[in-house]
């Protein structure tokens, strides 16, 4: 499960990337969905769960 998780995190930080650049608004969306994504792994870190 670790590294399906690890490997989400990679595909959408090099989907950013290449959104970032190359096309605007994806780039928008996917940074809203890692942000959100940070979001929900800190608060399993806070509250003890483990991912």
């Known amino acids: 499960m670790k ?3 690890w490997l989400i995190i ?3 930080v090099i989907g950013w ?3 970032y ?3 605007p ?3 928008s ?3 809203i969905l890692l942000v959100l994504a940070i ?3 800190l608060y399993k870190v806070i509250t ?3 991912l």
């Open 3 to 5: 590294d399906l998780l």
């Open 10 to 12: 990679v595909i959408l």
């Open 17 to 19: 990337l290449v959104g």
């Open 21 to 23: 650049f190359a096309f």
């Open 25 to 27: 608004a994806v780039g």
């Open 29 to 31: 969306l996917i940074h």
């Open 39 to 41: 979001i929900a792994i």
């Open 48 to 50: 003890g769960r483990k």
